[in-house]
């Protein structure tokens, strides 16, 4: 696939201490991902996909390599460039939903525009609104998740993830928590924002099922990329 490289990764490892013990998570990964892909992290659990994506989202650190993202090196931004950067240039959307108990969907999905603080309230609630129309979620705006089924959760992940017009989208194991049916009505819908908006997602995931909707594959195997980079 040709483009223009939205990430680009170069001799990354990751090590973690337990007790006295280094343990090798990730282990020399080179990766370049263009802008308007749709990529699939496929591999066993403990593998290293989780951390692969952490480092990606600024949530990790790499111990050793180079890491950049949206044009940005992430080794020469200070915290609040980080922060910046999560922020305005990519969207996560978890397999545990992450969505906050005591906010209705539409106010989840608003959080990401409140912290941005760079639109009027009516304008992040058209925005807001208009996202869950587009996951079919237009008359659960005033639910609170503790109301709405795991497929239904997830939806209004992705309408967060998407409400700030991302570069990237980071899904660890989207589908993970749901049946094979909302998992599969999940995809597509991602697969479709992909196509329309050109926004980069990049999966994380065990789930073969995932694969057909994948552009790019890429199997990672004890922290080493073994296919597709």
Do not use: W
């Not at 996909?49 to 890491?67: A, E, H, Q, R």
């Not at 969505?99 to 609630?125: G, Y």
């Amino acid at each position: 696939m040709n483009g223009v490289n939205i990430i680009e990764i170069r001799g990354v490892t990751k090590d973690y201490t337990l007790g006295k013990v280094k343990v090798p998570a990730l282990r020399g990964i080179d990766l370049d991902i263009v802008k308007g892909d749709l990529v699939t992290i496929m591999g066993p659990s403990g593998s290293g996909k989780t951390t692969l994506l952490n480092i990606i989202g600024c949530i990790d650190l790499p111990t050793l390599g180079n890491v950049k993202v949206s044009g940005r090196e992430l080794t020469l931004l200070n915290d609040r460039e980080i922060t910046n950067l999560r922020l305005h240039h990519l969207g996560f959307i978890f397999q545990t939903f992450n969505l906050i108990p005591v906010l209705t969907s539409v106010e989840n999905v608003e959080f990401p525009l409140l912290l941005q603080k760079s639109l009027s309230r009516k304008e992040i609630r058209k925005r807001a609104e208009s996202l869950l129309d587009e996951v079919g979620l237009a008359q659960y705006g005033h639910h609170r998740p503790a109301e709405l089924s795991g497929g239904q959760r997830q939806r209004v992940a992705i309408a967060r993830a998407l409400v700030t017009h991302p570069d990237i989208v980071l899904a660890d194991e989207p589908t993970a928590n749901l049946d094979s049916a909302t998992g599969a009505s999940i995809l597509e819908l991602m697969k479709a924002m992909n196509a329309k908006e050109q926004t980069t997602f990049v999966f994380s995931t065990h789930d073969k099922n995932v694969l057909k909707y994948a552009k790019t594959v890429v199997q990672i195997v004890d922290g080493r990329i073994v296919a597709g980079a």
